[in-house]
Nanobody, 120 residues
Framework: QVHLVESGGGLVQPGGSLRLSCAAS????????MAWFRQPPGKEREFVAT???YYADSVKGRFTISRDNGKNTVYLQMNSLKPEDTAVHYC??????????????????WGQGTQVTVSS
């Protein structure tokens, strides 16, 4: 069983930055593929980035995902934020690799989400 807890969301002006954190339980954290997804208001959940090094086109060059296996934590550094980045951001873990990294169905553990609002 893996328990994920996100933090670091909030309200930021366009062009600003935020760093999200996701703390994970579990002894095998280093073997999990970790990812960030987000769900904008009224839209479906969408892929953002994975620790395998893949990013959604909409965030490339602005967001950076990283992990600290010693702390069982994954981070999402978000720079040059835009209003369209407003969404609930979720941390996810997959313990087996059977499909595409960007599919929500690939991930068997999810956090509760943290709200990111970009507005002036």
């Amino acid at each position: 069983q893996v328990h994920l807890v996100e933090s670091g969301g909030g309200l930021v002006q366009p062009g600003g930055s935020l760093r999200l954190s996701c703390a994970a339980s579990g002894r095998s954290f280093g073997s999990y593929d970790m990812a960030w997804f987000r769900q904008p208001p009224g839209k479906e959940r969408e892929f953002v980035a994975t620790t395998s090094g893949y990013y959604a086109d909409s965030v490339k060059g602005r967001f950076t995902i990283s992990r600290d296996n010693g702390k069982n934590t994954v981070y999402l550094q978000m720079n040059s934020l835009k209003p369209e980045d407003t969404a609930v951001h979720y941390c996810a873990a997959r313990t087996a690799y059977s499909g595409h990294y960007s599919s929500v169905n690939e991930y068997n553990y999810w956090g509760q989400g943290t709200q990111v609002t970009v507005s002036s």
